[in-house]
T-cell receptor, first 115, second 110 residues
Framework: GAGVSQSPSNKVTEKGKDVELRCDPI?????LYWYRQSLGQGLEFLIYFQGNSAPDKSGLPSDRFSAERTGGSVSTLTIQRTQQEDSAVYLC?????????????FGPGTRLLVL | RKEVEQDPGPFNVPEGATVAFNCTYSNSASQSFFWYRQDCRKEPKLLMS???SGNEDGRFTAQLNRASQYISLLIRDSKLSDSATYLCVVKSTGGFKTIFGAGTRLFVKA
């Protein structure tokens, strides 16, 4: 079946512009996560959705970052007034059930470069 | 101190070798533990969950030591295809925040 998809796969933008990153989770997966991975670094948790609600958004680095999820499916991560330090790979993952032994399935990521 | 710490490596081993990675975590309330594998410029994929009693999946064995707050991954009879970055992952009870270690790089050479 279809896996997690993300778009765009690559995005180059100028400092100060806003960007929107999209994630399409696996159908039926109620849990959705956003992560950021900088070059040579581990994954940094950004936000978690259960359905359309975000019970944990503790990882969002600043108020320039926001995310929403609609219809319990597609999610959009928005970065306003982008800065060069926002350059990273943004990964989305979904899971069927965020329980004790969940498996998170990752999308291929969006590579964001802020010039 | 990072919540999850791993030796970044790289570990360079010959085919057929046995190699072990350790990972330490700081939150004693952590309840779920995993190893993920990430190939170069690819997304992470679940390798195995780590159970309290330890568990094995083919050539891979994972162990959990709650008292010392570390988990380990043992790979036996290494293959060239095992070359990747291995990510230690921890989740806390009742929480959704998933903490990934920075990863340990493994190179298996012929």
């Amino acid at each position: 079946g279809a896996g997690v998809s993300q778009s765009p796969s690559n995005k180059v933008t100028e400092k100060g512009k806003d960007v929107e990153l999209r994630c399409d989770p696996i159908s039926g997966h109620t849990a959705l996560y956003w992560y950021r991975q900088s070059l040579g670094q581990g994954l940094e948790f950004l936000i978690y959705f259960q359905g359309n609600s975000a019970p944990d958004k503790s990882g969002l680095p600043s108020d320039r970052f926001s995310a929403e999820r609609t219809g319990g499916s597609v999610s959009t991560l928005t970065i306003q007034r982008t800065q060069q330090e926002d350059s990273a790979v943004y990964l989305c993952a979904s899971s069927l059930d965020p329980g004790f032994q969940e498996t998170q399935y990752f999308g291929p990521g969006t590579r964001l470069l802020v010039l | 101190r990072k919540e999850v710490e791993q030796d970044p490596g790289p570990f360079n081993v010959p085919e057929g070798a046995t190699v072990a990675f350790n990972c330490t975590y700081s939150n004693s309330a952590s309840q779920s533990f995993f190893w993920y594998r990430q190939d170069c410029r690819k997304e992470p994929k679940l390798l195995m969950s780590v159970y309290s009693s330890g568990n094995e999946d083919g050539r891979f064995t994972a162990q959990l030591n709650r008292a010392s707050q570390y988990i380990s991954l043992l790979i036996r009879d290494s293959k060239l295809s095992d070359s990747a970055t291995y990510l230690c992952v921890v989740k806390s009870t009742g929480g959704f925040k998933t903490i990934f270690g920075a990863g340990t790089r493994l190179f298996v050479k012929a």
